[in-house]
């Protein structure tokens, strides 16, 4: 059974940073796409980054235009574990954030369809992230 888990989020001030790390366990392809969502209050999920974790992956991560150049997706050492790291960040960031997986995928599936929620098969709980002006 896939399971996946957030770790990270908090509150912090408008221009702080944030980590958070997520890890699927029980996976059973050698790859996937690993993406993170959220969804503020009263408002649609959205994606924010999404990335292919098998080789290649790191070259062409998907972002939403709100978060590029402010948010870095990454690989983590440990097999089927990514970060993002969240800088600059603003007020409207707030929100619960997700992250989830589709698997096995390829570089360019992820970097074009990464936000799009309905194609991820696995969820995690959320975390929350709140940023104070």
């Known amino acids: 059974q896939v399971r996946m888990m957030e770790f990270g989020g908090g509150s912090v001030q408008a221009g702080g940073s944030l980590r958070l790390s997520c890890a699927a366990s029980?996976?059973?392809?050698?790859?996937?796409?690993m993406g993170w969502f959220r969804q503020a209050p009263g408002k649609e999920r959205e994606g924010v980054a999404a990335?292919?974790?098998?080789?290649?992956?790191?070259?062409?991560?998907y972002y939403a235009d709100s978060v590029k150049g402010r948010f870095t997706i990454s690989q983590d050492n440990a097999k089927n574990t990514v970060s993002l790291q969240m800088n600059s960040l603003k007020p409207e960031d707030t929100a619960m954030y997700f992250c989830?997986?589709?698997?096995?995928?390829?570089?360019?599936?992820?970097?074009?369809?990464?936000?799009?929620?309905?194609?991820?098969?696995?969820w995690g709980q959320g975390t929350q992230v709140n940023v104070s002006p």
């Open positions: 990335i292919y974790t098998g080789t290649g992956g790191g070259d062409s991560p």
């Open positions: 989830a997986a589709l698997g096995p995928g390829t570089p360019n599936y992820c970097y074009t369809y990464g936000g799009d929620s309905f194609r991820f098969n696995w």
């Open positions: 029980g996976w059973t392809y050698d790859t996937a796409c």
